[in-house]
């Protein structure tokens, strides 16, 4: 999926455009089999009652809270996080109804690290940190593809647009 072109400049480009990696679904979707397996198996106890039909209706209401909260609302902050490096800038978009971002011209990046323990490099994902003019190191959790996406920011902030042979100049031009 594209990043939005009408947020981008003239001669900007997407080079990379991301999600948060899968990994930050997995308890709430956890989440999501418990309520419905807790749910089934408190409506079939209550079954027996005469009572069981309002019973049943307020474990529907509980459970359809519970999977609206941890489940739903996960999946939609992780649908609208955007992690978008252009050609001329580092662009971090998150929030659904409260929307934040932030957004690091390539020339005020000074370097570039990744970190990604045993089970992210299972996994295929990593942090990324980005220092850059600001006072501390931005870091960015649940990359996909850390490394690549590590490789191609560190050519695009090292890239020198006067040299048409394939240079890559110093760090910080």
Not at 74 to 85: A, D, G, I, K, Q
Request: proline share 6%.
């Amino acid at each position: 999926m594209a990043y939005p072109d009408d947020l981008l400049g003239e001669d900007e480009f997407v080079v990379v455009h991301k999600h948060p990696h899968w990994k930050m679904l997995l308890v709430p979707v956890l989440i999501l089999f418990v309520v419905v397996g807790g749910g089934s198996y408190a409506a079939a106890l209550l079954a027996p009652f005469s009572w069981h039909l309002p019973a049943w209706i307020a474990l529907a209401v509980v459970g359809a809270i519970l999977v609206i909260w941890f489940t739903l609302a996960p999946l939609v902050r992780w649908r609208t996080t955007h992690f978008v490096v252009t050609t001329h800038r580092l662009m971090v978009r998150e929030g659904v109804f409260t929307r934040s971002g932030i957004d690091i011209p390539m020339s005020r990046i000074n370097s570039v690290r990744f970190r990604h323990g045993l089970i992210d490099r299972m996994l295929g994902c990593g942090t990324l940190i980005v220092e850059s003019a600001s006072d501390e190191p931005l870091e960015f959790d649940d990359i996909p593809q850390v490394e690549k996406v590590h490789t191609l920011l560190y050519r695009e902030v090292n890239d020198d647009p006067r040299d048409d042979r394939g240079y890559r100049g110093p760090v910080g031009r």
